[in-house]
């Protein structure tokens, strides 16, 4: 059976079946990222790789990265039972989850993963313009979001945070951060002299400043600086077009650049901030943890493990440092499950001379740097990004006809 599928795998039905199914999929990761909602993560990922494993043949060369990956994840929790260090079950049980879906990179090439999520991408920032429109009007619906979110493994957090002395009112929704490499395909079509329609380039324009209006109401510093970093980065290939607007553009760049830098800074020791205050505190923990068990940057403390955080006043199986969290737990072998996801960087830099792979290897880059302050990527919407930017740089190494631009 699955011969006879493979065979007529080309087939216009498999081809929109197939897409269907991958857009239902990142539609249910994009709008209940926690699955506390709908509850149909787990039974349509099943249906997916169900449909590819019959239909499509898979991308052996991945095979090596998912299996490490995996790997990893189980050898730490064996080294964490032997080394009798307190286990979240109810957290690893979820790193598990969370990582299945990792398997779907031996058939991203068959996927237009890019374009086939903007829809789903369309639909989750009206979901969250129409509900921040609402707790901004009613203080009763704000309530009953709260409660609803906090009750469903908080999917949406209300936010009231002070930057600089602005006080900004924020509503974060979970998967805001899969649709970073979405908003630079939108507007770098938008810009794009390979569409001649006018109408199509409006389109394109018109949702990417949907997505950047949801992002900058997310109310958190990094979600809020991505846009404008994305701009810069579609800015620069325009202008790029033009040898004469170099000498005016790049001084122009260098400057932004540095203002851009120096409001970070000011950002990340702003006085008084708690966020700023419990991620300092993490650190000094982290510190303190390596410093009376130096073994576990070798070998790491293990899958799901759990360490005294000032940052919280308690036991924790998670902070926000996610690259620290890996050495944490796997040690030296992290490299492996961090190798993963720098991969594409290195495939993206060796086709640099094509613009939108240079905007999109700064746009992954800028992804990752998030990622490190921030835990998802070892979620749903860290897999997200990393099937559509797997997706890319299988067609990209096989010089096919990409998705990015129509």
């Known amino acids: ?43 349509i990922f099943i249906i997916l790789l169900g449909f590819n494993i019959l239909a499509y043949r898979p991308d052996w060369r991945f095979l090596p990265l998912i299996l490490s990956t995996y790997f990893v994840i189980f050898l730490g929790y064996i080294l964490a039972e032997m080394q009798g260090i307190p286990i979240d079950y109810e957290y ?58 906090q009750s469903h493994n908080k999917m949406v957090m209300i936010t009231r945070r002070n930057w600089l002395g602005v006080q900004v009112f924020g509503m974060y929704y979970r998967s805001i951060v899969s649709l970073i490499p979405i908003l630079y395909w939108l507007l770098f079509n938008s810009t794009s002299r390979l569409i001649k329609s006018s109408w199509c380039k409006l389109g394109y324009l018109v949702m990417g400043i949907l997505l950047i209006i949801a992002f900058f109401i997310s109310g958190t510093r990094a979600m ?35 203002v851009f830098i120096l409001f970070i800074g000011l950002l990340a020791t702003q006085k008084g901030d708690l966020s700023n205050a419990i991620k300092y505190e993490h650190i000094a923990s982290y510190i303190e943890l390596f410093d009376e068990h130096p ?25 926000e440092w996610i690259y620290i969290e890996l050495l944490r737990n796997y040690g030296l072998l992290s490299i492996a499950i961090i190798g993963v996801y720098i991969y594409p960087l290195k495939v993206l830099f060796q086709h640099r001379k094509d613009a939108f792979n240079q905007g999109l290897f700064l746009t992954y880059l800028a992804f990752l740097l998030v990622a490190g302050t921030n835990p998802f990527l070892l979620n749903s ?14 067609h990209t190494q096989n010089n096919t006809s990409s998705p990015i631009v129509s």
């Open 1 to 43: 059976m699955s011969t006879q599928l493979t065979q007529h795998s080309s087939k216009p039905f498999l081809k929109k079946v197939g897409n269907l199914l991958f857009a239902l999929f990142l539609l249910v990761l994009m709008i209940d990222p926690s699955n506390g909602i709908l509850h149909l993560k787990d039974k």
């Open 92 to 149: 690893l049980n979820g790193v598990f989850k969370s990582m299945a879906p990792l398997i779907l990179l031996l058939w991203v090439r068959h996927y237009d993963v890019l374009r086939i999520s903007t829809f789903p991408a369309l639909i989750t920032t009206l979901v969250i313009l129409t509900l921040y429109i609402l707790i901004s009007i009613s203080p009763i619906f704000e309530l009953a979001l709260f409660n609803y979110s």
């Open 224 to 258: 809020m600086l991505i846009p404008i970093f994305i701009i810069g980065i579609i800015s620069f290939l325009s202008f790029n077009k033009h040898p004469k607007a170099k000498y005016f553009f790049y001084p122009l760049l260098i400057l932004i650049g540095i």
């Open 295 to 319: 073994e576990y940057l070798f070998w790491g403390q293990g899958t799901a493990t759990l360490f005294y955080s000032e940052g919280f006043r308690r036991l924790t199986a998670q902070t």
């Open 381 to 394: 919407q860290g897999m997200t990004v990393l099937w559509i930017i797997y997706a890319h740089i299988v």
